[in-house]
């Protein structure tokens, strides 16, 4: 059956880890924002129209009469249909809760240019978001990208992947926040592969799987813009900490 994938066209935002998972997965899914009336479809659910299980926003995933919302949590169910984390259940919690850490610093990298108010916009927040942008460089990415850093180093595989000893959804999303960080802060992330050496390698090695390899070449794979979560604004950049 056909996964249905909603979230908003045009932008990778969180909705880019769960495409990342299908495409690795080479599974058959609709990316339904992206298609006729895809959008007012998606609204549909999230106003309640097709039943009490409505989404608070998208990401969320249709499989059959299931709606699964939260990139961790869809992460979670995709994992083992897609045989995306490993089989025994203290690593699948393991993997959840390294999915959960990333949503956390997904956030944190929000709001780097959006720290007073999403309903107002970036201008208009200028002197604000480059405070916290310093503080989030000088000592938010050390914390979150150095602790899975150590992750990978710890696992006792000693596979190069965060979790067990093959790759998993944690490992493309792993991908997905190096890719972003350096498209956002291109000065500040200079130093990124000596900084998190088993990170980069594992950036590296996600991106010459061939099924994530053709992704990235394809239409499919939406490029990095300022109205997504990672956005580059020179203001915001600055020199290696």
């Known amino acids: 059956m056909t996964y249905e994938l909603y979230y908003w066209d045009g932008l990778q935002g969180r ?11 080479g599974a058959d899914y609709v990316d339904v924002a992206r298609t006729d009336r895809g959008t007012g479809k998606m609204m549909d659910y999230i106003h309640g129209k ?9 990401p969320f995933l249709k499989d059959g009469d299931l709606i699964v919302s939260h ?8 994992g083992p249909k897609l045989d995306l984390v490993p089989e025994d259940e203290k ?6 809760g390294l999915q959960l850490t990333i949503t956390d610093f997904i956030t944190e990298v929000h709001d780097t240019h959006h720290p007073i108010s999403t309903a107002d916009y ?6 604000e978001a480059k ?3 310093g503080a989030f460089l000088k000592h938010r990415v050390p914390k979150f990208i150095g602790y899975f850093d150590r992750v990978i180093t710890a696992n006792p595989t000693k596979s190069g992947h ?3 000893d093959v790759l998993s ?11 972003g960080l350096h498209y956002a802060f291109p000065r500040a992330m200079q130093n990124f592969d000596s900084d998190y050496p088993n990170v980069a390698k594992l950036r590296d090695a996600v991106a010459r799987r061939p099924n994530i390899e053709a992704y990235l070449k394809s239409k499919r794979r939406l490029a990095f813009n300022e109205s997504g979560i990672f956005r580059h604004y020179p203001d915001l950049d600055q020199d290696p900490v």
């Open 91 to 96: 690593s699948r919690l393991f993997a959840h």
């Open 71 to 78: 990139v961790a949590n869809i992460l979670h169910y995709l």
């Open 131 to 133: 405070a916290r942008t």
């Open 15 to 25: 909705g880019e880890f769960v495409r990342l998972a299908l495409e690795e997965a």
């Open 122 to 127: 970036y201008e208009d927040q200028r002197q």
């Open 162 to 164: 965060a979790v067990g």
């Open 169 to 179: 959804y944690v490992d493309l999303s792993l991908f997905q926040l190096a890719e």
């Open 50 to 58: 097709h039943g009490y299980d409505m989404p608070f926003a998208p």
